[in-house]
């Protein structure tokens, strides 16, 4: 039962660059959302996606944009990378559009991104 | 806004002890609090699920108890072993799913 997987694991990029994050969820999940853990820090929601849809958003401005296909994968997309961007970012999928509290969160390993 | 409190420092515990980690939080009580398991360079495992009128979750040697009145969760582990250690998030539903900065916890021989 593959679980979720997120590529690349590691990446570096400079100020003012773009960068785009995948993940696979799951299998039979159809909800994914993302996060960003600083180091030290809990991991900080920044969206979520089902049926190809942004659903919620946490506190993060437009430079930070997503998307899902229809085999549920998703993308998340950084414009203007600043170095505050460096953190680890975490995708997490769960099945059906209910409170994300509601039911476990299934996370990936991350993808590792630094800012130079 | 919410706030979520854990304690920063590490919690260092012999094998065989109780460790017992706290999660405080702020203002209203979520409907729903989790706590996960985060090994460095990994993402968070899920643990536990407690909802606002239960009072006391156990699974294996974890237990969580939610108490909406102090607004508090307690996390258990019972005859702690090394493989315990680890940091311990706890997670509140606000709507959007918040998370604490977690506590480490180290278990020695």
């Known amino acids: 039962d593959a679980g979720v997987t997120q590529s690349p694991t590691h990446l570096i990029k400079t100020r003012g660059q773009q960068v785009t994050l995948r993940c696979s969820p799951k299998?039979?999940?159809?909800?994914v959302s993302w996060y960003q853990q600083a180091l030290g820090q809990g991991p900080q929601f920044i969206f979520q996606?089902?049926?190809?849809?942004?659903?919620q958003r946490g506190n993060f401005p437009d430079r930070f944009s997503g998307h899902q296909f229809p085999n549920y994968s998703s993308e998340l997309n950084v414009n203007a990378l600043l170095l505050g961007d460096s953190a680890l970012y975490l995708c997490?999928?769960?099945?059906?559009?209910?409170?994300?509290?509601?039911?476990?969160?299934?996370f990936g390993d991350g993808t590792r991104l630094s800012i130079l | 806004s919410q706030k979520i409190e854990q304690n920063s420092e590490a919690l260092n515990i012999q094998e065989g002890k109780t460790a017992t980690l706290t999660c405080n939080y702020t203002?209203?009580?979520?409907?729903?609090l989790q706590w996960y398991r985060q090994d460095p360079g990994r993402g968070p495992v899920f643990l536990l699920l407690?909802?606002?009128?239960?009072k006391e979750k156990r699974k294996e040697r974890l237990k969580v108890t939610f108490d909406t009145t102090l607004k508090q969760s307690l996390f258990h582990i019972t005859a702690s072993q090394p493989a315990d250690s680890a940091t311990y998030l706890c997670?509140?539903?606000?709507?959007?799913?918040?998370f604490g900065a977690g506590t480490q916890v180290v278990v020695t021989p």
């Open positions: 997490a999928s769960s099945l059906g559009l209910v409170w994300p509290g509601n039911q476990p969160q299934h």
């Open positions: 299998s039979g999940h159809d909800t």
């Open positions: 996606y089902y049926e190809e849809e942004e659903r």
């Open positions: 203002n209203y009580s979520p409907a729903y």
């Open positions: 407690i909802r606002e009128n239960e």
């Open positions: 997670a509140l539903d606000w709507g959007k799913l918040q």
